[in-house]
């Protein structure tokens, strides 16, 4: 169908999915527009230079269940990959999701039927397997279609890394990324194209909470601005908007952004908190500082997160009251952390004062 149809980019020949009834796309790794004559004209018979692809994921509508309420709709997309039996495997990262959704359903509201979760107990062949094809449709159904009153929320449980910048609007020179189950042979999902796919969409009155529990997280939403916090508590909001002046905020919406650990730093895989089974640091941290109370805004959630981290790091507090949420796992396989060196970061796509804003979903 024309909805599914991808089309090369006149610059860099990247694959482009075109949204339905678009006359032309911008590429979001050179922002090159490529054309489209009529949209309905456009052959489904794939060009020359087209490589074979995955069928598409049947996210180009929403789950089946109630229409939207006239206070919005709640969706949310959950990711937990293990990358298991292979050199990269995590132990807490299904953990993650399956936390994050019951956290979602049962203190948020979030209807089961909204949420959709793509981790290795999925079927291989099937659309909610972590591919990176299938994160890319996942992130397309969450934000497209947005409205006045939707509340959206991403959570991605996974490695994440770097890449040389070229375009010159990193300020490290580095694009922060995640990484697929089958990234080592498709490549890695480069901030650019997150940015594209889940902020630029988020229209007036919605709003996006992503959760990215990954190394070199910091700016993974590429959103202009990042909280800077000292661990005396004082804070400052730092611009990094690109130097070429592209627009990487959303459409009016509110985008806010929990991330594991700054750009440079690595995120930990680790039973020094839950005491019973491995989980990434900064989901647990998340789920117990709402847990505990520390929910009223998003500079509170954000203390709390960095004192656990800091806590267990140093090897005092983390698992002296297990979360209620984390108690419902089976024990899993036990990593130990040596000592948390991360520190939990808070980007937004407006800094009037976020810092102090309450927390709500």
């Not at 994921?57 to 006239?70: I, L, V």
């Not at 909470?209 to 997280?217: G, Q, R």
């Not at 900064?282 to 806590?311: K, N, P, V, W």
Request: glycine share 10%; proline share 8%; aromatic share 8%.
């Amino acid at each position: 169908m024309y909805s599914n149809m991808l089309v090369n980019c006149s610059n860099c020949r990247t694959p482009l999915q075109l949204p339905p009834g678009a006359g032309s796309i911008r590429c979001a790794l050179c922002h090159a527009v490529t054309l489209i004559a009529d949209p309905r004209a456009v052959s489904s018979q794939p060009p020359a230079s087209y490589h074979p692809h995955p069928p598409p994921s049947p996210y180009n509508h929403a789950p089946p269940g109630p229409p939207p309420n006239p206070h919005g709709r709640k969706k949310a997309v959950i990711i937990g990959i293990s990358y298991r039996f292979s050199r990269h495997e995590l132990k807490g990262c299904i953990n993650d999701a399956k936390c994050m959704k019951y956290l979602l359903i049962n203190k948020f509201s979030f209807p089961e039927s909204s949420i959709i979760m793509l981790t290795e107990e999925e079927d291989p062949h099937g659309p909610k397997f972590p591919s990176k094809h299938n994160i890319r449709m996942a992130m397309y159904w969450l934000a497209q279609g947005s409205q006045p009153g939707d509340s959206l929320v991403f959570h991605y449980s996974g490695h994440g890394s770097q890449q040389r910048n070229y375009s010159g609007d990193e300020a490290d020179g580095y694009d922060e990324t995640l990484c697929p189950l089958d990234f080592e042979t498709q490549g890695m999902i480069v901030d650019d194209e997150i940015n594209a796919a889940l902020v630029r969409p988020i229209p007036r009155g919605a709003k996006l909470h992503a959760l990215i529990d990954a190394c070199h997280s910091g700016t993974v939403l590429d959103l202009p601005f990042l909280c800077r916090m000292k661990r005396n508590g004082q804070y400052a909001w730092e611009d990094h908007r690109p130097r070429s002046g592209v627009w990487k905020g959303s459409n009016g919406g509110e985008v806010i952004c929990f991330s594991g650990c700054d750009d440079d730093q690595t995120s930990a895989d680790t039973s020094a908190l839950s005491k019973i089974t491995s989980t990434g640091a900064m989901t647990f941290c998340f789920i117990q500082a709402i847990e505990r109370g520390h929910g009223a805004t998003y500079g509170s959630i954000l203390t709390a997160m960095r004192t656990a981290i800091r806590d267990a790091g140093s090897g005092g507090g983390g698992g002296d009251m297990v979360t209620s949420l984390l108690t419902m796992l089976v024990t899993g396989g036990s990593l130990s952390a040596g000592g948390l060196r991360q520190e939990p970061q808070l980007t937004a796509c407006e800094a009037f004062d976020v810092y102090r804003k309450p927390f709500s979903l």
